[in-house]
């Protein structure tokens, strides 16, 4: 199913998963999709492996993490965050380092102060290779550390390969 991509988030300067200059990171992108989820797309490499060609566990909880709270940003605009409070995860595949990989994630239940989300780490045949679930405290980002928008360069990063559709499936 084709799904339009309604808005791209910003990336940062040095965070391990969105910073574009962060030699270890991810440099992951994040798109807004029309059904109000949030997509990751990032390509793992080598440094990110656990297992020989997977990607570590920890590595996975910290894209899946970061996607769930980023869901926030779609009803709230990037002022709102999301504060981990509990994440879980259950690992049913495992997670190749040669191709891109997609992560998708939305708010399950929004309350006052805090929100609940879930996602998956989806493989190319739309499989889900792992699941995750968490609760959010909904913090704006001044509370939450000296941030720096034009040192951390906090923006969206056009790029000519970013899609405007695409095909999610889920089995």
């Known amino acids: 199913m084709q799904i339009k991509i309604v808005k791209k988030q910003p990336n940062s300067r040095m965070c391990f998963v969105c910073g574009l200059q962060n030699a270890f990171?991810?440099?992951?992108?994040?798109?807004?999709?029309?059904?109000?989820?949030?997509?990751?797309?990032?390509?793992?490499?080598?440094?990110?492996?656990?297992?020989?060609?997977?990607?570590?566990g920890g590595i996975a909880a910290t894209i899946l993490d970061e996607t769930i709270g980023r869901a926030i940003m779609v009803k709230y605009s990037d002022a709102i965050?999301?504060?981990?409070?509990?994440?879980?995860?259950?690992?049913?595949?495992?997670?190749p380092l040669d191709r891109e990989?997609?992560?998708?994630?939305?708010?399950?239940?929004?309350?006052?102060?805090?929100?609940?989300?879930?996602?998956e780490i989806l493989l190319e045949d739309g499989s889900v290779a792992i699941e995750?679930?968490?609760?959010?405290?909904?913090?704006?980002?001044?509370?939450?550390?000296?941030?720096d928008h034009e040192g951390e360069q906090w923006r969206v990063v056009a790029d000519a390969n970013d899609p405007e559709t695409v095909a999610l499936t889920r089995q």
Do not use: C, N
């Open 81 to 95: 965050w999301g504060v981990t409070v509990d994440f879980s995860m259950r690992l049913r595949k495992p997670v």
């Open 132 to 147: 995750g679930t968490g609760k959010y405290l909904k913090m704006d980002i001044t509370k939450i550390a000296d941030f």
């Open 101 to 119: 990989i997609r992560v998708v994630g939305r708010i399950v239940s929004d309350g006052k102060r805090t929100y609940a989300g879930s996602g």
């Open 25 to 56: 990171g991810l440099k992951s992108r994040f798109y807004e999709l029309e059904t109000g989820e949030i997509m990751a797309v990032f390509q793992p490499s080598s440094e990110h492996q656990g297992y020989p060609g997977r990607l570590h």
